[in-house]
Nanobody, 117 residues
Framework: VQLQASGGGLVQAGGSLRLSCTAS????????WSWYRQAPGKQRELVAT???????NYSDSVKGRFTISRDNAGIAVYLQMNTLTPEDTAVYFC????????????WGQGTQVTVSS
């Protein structure tokens, strides 16, 4: 299973970006997708999660500004990020997990998001 993330870039504060992450190399779809981020000098933190049935959870820092979604085929996840602030600057990683056979956990390669003030 490989995850390919894209969509990062440089944006001014108040702007928007949409991240995408696509899974390939398996016919067994993930049960859970998540986006994490890691800012310089900080630990990686969970940003948002979506399950196979569409349940979502967000960190308090992004709630109301970010939206996680997935495609109907279950092979891609998206993170719509609105009203970005410099504190959102980080490398964003997608994560996919499957808890029933065959099980797996995979990380994408990370995509840089930089928000200028």
């Amino acid at each position: 299973v490989q995850l390919q993330a894209s969509g990062g870039g440089l944006v001014q504060a108040g702007g928007s970006l949409r991240l995408s992450c696509t899974a390939s190399g398996t016919i067994f779809r993930p049960n859970t997708w998540s986006w994490y981020r890691q800012a310089p000098g900080k630990q990686r933190e969970l940003v948002a999660t979506i399950t196979r049935v569409g349940s979502t959870n967000y960190s308090d820092s992004v709630k109301g500004r970010f939206t996680i979604s997935r495609d109907n085929a279950g092979i891609a996840v998206y993170l719509q990020m609105n009203t970005l602030t410099p504190e959102d600057t980080a490398v964003y990683f997608c994560y996919a997990a499957r808890r029933v056979g065959p099980t797996y956990e995979k990380w994408g390669q990370g995509t840089q998001v930089t928000v200028s003030s």
